[in-house]
């Protein structure tokens, strides 16, 4: 059998990774005073397992809510002797100063420190500790490491342990002392977003060996500066940089580069025009250019060929056939173009193996794969296009389209935009058309980046995204590795008390699917969060609207699955008025049968607790159970759980009916009168797991009528489905208690005669288990 899609899976160095970080106290270090960890004294870790540790250490604080992180983790890598760091990367506001801090004496190689916006001047004065060994530096997006805290600056070997962390709100003068000297291995460098304060030309003047510059987003004062690496510079980039005829001059003299970049986030707020000239004499001057990214620039004159003179056949690579006339100057076609944001990722034939634009699914994918990690709002808006044909046409490259939208998701969980087009991109990838060509792992991940989503915005438009991709997989099923959590978010988005409808309507679906078909230590654990409070809340607001929706009908189906055999939650419906509420939605909806039906089967799941059934046994709960028998909606289902709430009230004896009215007898009567009237070969709108709490009214003689109630509830499912409950009674032993009611004396004839064709049905199916009957079971709930 081939493969699905991502199925791939994870090194063992990967696995062995993560269960280390999931459990380092069981593994590489112990506790010591005040809670803090520390690496046993027998362990020396090689750089390759360091790296690893500390990076899968950051992707799971960022993406796993389960995760916990350790306040004096990095501390375990302060001593080289026992632990070897040389590449790091490290995101977002959760690093701190300190962090830096505790690894300053390691050789390190490569750090990369993205939108690290807790870190201050502090950890400039860290970075010096690593000048002799490092080679690659980002800072993209650290805009505040840039500026003093309140006190003075600390130097790289000043104990910091107990220092208050301040937040970056207090950071305002701007630290001047700080340059690269002596960083004399430094070779690439991202200084992406910095602050417009600096000068950064000083900054980087001591820097004489660099061959990888990124200023995106810098504001530069001169550009004369540029040609100190004119002889080694290969890549540079000046995304969102203001162009003028200067700094183009400039840049055509770094005559080494393979990458240049100077591109814009839109077309919009470009001040600088590209013309044919400036893109010829670049494509002249930089002969070893291989990646080039004019995206967001308007062409100001024609630097395209005409469409009917444009080479005859299919789109070609070759620059000879180029329809920009500039590149057919290349000598041979760019491995990268970027040309996402103009008119000319629409032309035929384009001299690039890979190109980003909006006229196709491959240029839409090219581009979230090149802006997700430095620019989210070209990726949120590259997301958006992919969304569009994923609605609108189809995707085929799914695999692909899947990864880069999960991967924008998990960079950005606190992007907002990226998470409302990621969210409802994955809605269209994992519905019903794709779903075949997805794997296990793969449709894991997407559960996971979308309960992220939901648990970092509370978000009306988010929050729908997500649930509604939810509803596209198998529940409880695909969502049982999560289901703690699922449930949490799902309680939580309904607890206001006023919540957009449609959501509403949305999670209270994916509830009631959640708690149906599940084991009942899944639905102890659920009702101990809250659910059937919550539940009970959404139908008394309900009911103040005087409203039966799909919300209020939904919340019933979930009661009736949450108590299915699990006491505590039918103790719970109990304590919270769930009775009265009960009541009052029979008088306010006397015509809701579907209403009527949850209602009933939830509260046959109450009357099968002996110890909660006195609360039942009440002249108004009792008159009302009896009038319900008379009952024609939805077939025969609120007559028949109607009297099954009678059935397990009667088992407990005559002694316990302590009521004048209504009388046993009479109910008793009616009872028997109802059971008469229905049709044994009704289709049924029920689904049992279990036959347990009828079996247990089979061999007893202080009720006949509640025997007579389970025989034909029995004789009702064998005959209907006989493929699914003939099995399912054989292995409860009902055939053994069916011959125990055929010897009571206490049994009814007809009673007797039902038991013998429930036995004679399983007999039958025994013999011949191909099921005869094409009746389709309609499955609602569980017992609900």
Known sequence: ????????????????????????????????????????????LPSEICDKLVNTYMELVHTDSNFEPEESFFQLFSDPRSTRLTRVQLREDFVRDRDLEAIKKQDLIELHLTYCNSLSSRSLKTLTCFRETLVSLCLFGCSHIFYKKGGAPLACNEDTEDEEEESPASRQALETDFNFQGFNRLRLLNLGGLPDEVDVETLLKPLKSLTSLDLSNVQLLGTAFLTQWKDRLASLVLYNVDLSEELVSTVVEIVNLRHLDISRESRRTAKFKMTRKILTAIVQRLVNLVSLDISGHIMLDNGTVPHFEEAMGRPSIEPCKSSIFPFQELKRPLQF?????????????????????SKNEEQVLNAIEAYTEFRPELAHRAINQLFDIARIQHCSQLLRALQLVIAALKCHKYDKSIQVTGSAALFYLTNTEYRSDQSVRLRREVIQVVLNGMEQYQEV????????????????????????????????ILEPARQDESIQRIAVHLCNALVCQVDNHHKEAVGKMGFVKTMLNLIQKKLQDRMCDQVMEFSWSALWNITDETPDNCQMFLNCRGMSLFLDCLQEFPDKQELHRNMLGLLGNVAEVKALRPQLLTPQFITVFSNLLDSKADGIEVSYNACGVLSHIMFDGPEVWSMEVPLRDTVM???????????????????????EPILRLLPQSISPVSQHWATWALYNLVSVYPSKYCPLL???GGVSLLEKVLELESSQPETKDMASKVMEQCETFKEDPMETNHGQEVNYGQRG
């Open 337 to 357: 173009l970027g040309l996402y944001d103009t008119t000319l990722c629409n032309v035929t034939h384009i001299p690039a193996y890979k190109v980003t634009g």
């Open 730 to 732: 054989i292995k409860e």
């Open 461 to 492: 438009t988010v929050q729908r995204n997500c649930c509604l991709t939810l509803c596209n997989f198998s529940i409880p099923e695909e969502l049982e590795f999560q289901y703690s959590r699922v449930n949490q978010l799902l309680l939580k």
């Open 1 to 44: 059998m081939a493969a699905k899609a991502g199925d791939s899976p994870d090194s063992l160095m990967t696995l062995a990774t993560v269960f280390c970080l999931r459990n380092l106290r069981k593994t590489m270090c112990y506790q010591e005073f005040r809670n803090k960890l520390c690496l046993r004294s027998d362990i020396f």
């Open 669 to 691: 009567d009616k009872m028997w009168n109802a059971i008469q009237s229905w049709d044994v070969s009704s289709r049924r709108n029920i689904n049992y797991r279990s036959f």
